[in-house]
């Protein structure tokens, strides 16, 4: 603590990853790619009894500008994971993905030959939700572990 | 076995089996519902009949079936129903596992294009004279028709395709 006795009054010291991991773990933007039924539970998410506004998440732009965290809330059949990804890929750097839902993890009841199992099969997921469909309040625990995650990152810089 | 008809039914059915005589093969009931099954190649015909005289203006539904027999594999059903009349009749054509083919009916029932291009997709029967004959559900190039019977139910690996997981760079 010797550096900010000699900055004086009105001055802290901090690192770097530190203080761009705050900023962004406190605003995750979710880029909502609401498929299915889980769609709905995702919309509660955000609704005020659930609140992700509390969380900094309330941003929901159903566009891929400025959007960090993709929830894919549902089931992904072939045709639509092309359209999954292109919108991931749009995403700025860095970001991070939910899979929402029995579905989107593993393919769920959906076993059958039009369905990806599980979106991690073409998209780098962070985290997995159970349930099905999950409740909101899950989704919320899989959004803080996301916030956990980031600020546990060496992102900006690295000691050399 | 007896057939219990309304009146309306008993005479769409005696006008089927006097009118196309040859093509007529056999009429049954189950579950409460009245079936006739029809040489394929007289379907349109059957199916113009059916709605300028009987009043099936509505196709509710066309389907097909994989009966998974070596003769006759495939079956169309078509699900008529006359909302004057409030009676419904189900018309079924039988085809071979080879080459199956029908004529189309989409000019008599509109409906019955888009339904058609599910049969094509689904089971690999070809309807001829469609406006516009194309797969429904699955990719354009896909090879197989996922609801014959000996079509795995998880798909056949690496048919699909994924999207590229490495993104575009520039
Ligand atoms: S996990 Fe359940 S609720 Fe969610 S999309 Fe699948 S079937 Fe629907």
Redesign the interface.
Known sequence: MGIESSLGDGYFTTKVDALTNWARSNAAWPMPMGLACCAIEMMAFAGPKYDAARFGSEVMRFSPRQSDVMIVAGWVN??M??A???IW?QMPDPKWCIAMGACASTGGMH????V??GCD????VDAYVSGCPPRPDALLHALMKIQDKIRTEHSVMLDT | MDLELSDTLKKVIDGLSDQFSDSFIEVYQSTGDTFVRVEADAVVDICKYLKSTHHFIYLNDLFGTDRFTSEERFEVVYNLISLRDRERLFLKVRLPEEDPRLESVADIWKSASWMEREVYDMFGVHFDNHPDFRRI???EDYEYH?MRKE??????PGS??????T??TE
Do not use: W
């Open positions: 072939y045709k994971a092309h999954i990804r292109r890929d076993r059958c030959y039009g990806v199992q099969n073409f998209l780098p | 559900f699955m990719p996922p079509f795995p139910l998880l798909g056949i699909i395709e994924l999207p590229s997981t993104p575009d």
